[in-house]
């Protein structure tokens, strides 16, 4: 069984015309195998309790932008048992997920062969608004479906940089939150040449 970690950073609004968003520090990976589930519904877990109930909806709206953009050939259903769980969405208290770097999100995936086994995703729960944590957890659905790589272009869900905005201060831009694109698209149908490639 393989394992990797793949994270995704934020960027403070301020700096969202810096440089850094056009150059990524983490490269995409090209020469990473493109995964898949053996089946579908996968099973979804996902941590929630009290205050937690509605995050957990937003998290699941996050994967609900995969649904739609596949015309349903993804689907889920979620369970209460994180045992039987294929994917496992875990809240951590905070901004950050790393005292080292603003990543804000990230998945753990299995898999051998070319078969995804399991994934686990955390998510920063305290970074930015919650328009933003179904961005970010939509970004960590797409590597727990099976995506390996990062996309080169910011307009794309599967960039690896999110701009955050401010909690405090609500939404100071009308902008719309990344939704999948073709592109994100076509990184997942990597891994489902016969699901999804049209
Ligand atoms: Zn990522």
Request: net charge negative.
């Amino acid at each position: 069984m393989d394992k990797r970690l793949l994270a995704l950073l934020a960027l403070p609004l301020a700096l969202q015309n810096s440089p850094a968003l056009a150059q990524p520090k983490e490269p995409a990976r090209a020469s990473a195998p493109a995964l898949h589930w053996a089946q579908f519904p996968v099973r979804v877990y996902v941590e929630a309790n009290g205050e937690r109930d509605q995050k957990a909806l937003i998290v699941l709206a996050g994967l609900d932008e995969w649904v739609d953009a596949s015309h349903e050939k993804i689907c889920y259903i979620r369970t209460r048992d994180p045992k039987v769980a294929d994917i496992t969405v875990r809240f951590v208290a905070g901004r950050f997920l790393s005292a080292d770097a603003p990543v804000i999100g990230e998945t753990e995936v299995d898999w051998s062969g070319s078969t995804m086994r399991k994934a686990t995703i955390r998510l920063a729960e305290g970074a930015g608004t919650l328009e933003d944590l179904q961005a970010t957890a939509a970004h960590e659905f797409g590597h727990a479906l099976g995506i390996q790589q990062h996309s080169s272009d910011q307009c794309d869900l599967m960039f690896p940089v999110e701009v955050l905005h401010d909690s405090q201060i609500g939404d100071p831009l009308p902008e719309e939150a990344p939704y999948v694109t073709a592109h994100d698209l076509s990184l997942l149908a990597a891994g489902y040449p016969q699901l999804l490639r049209r």
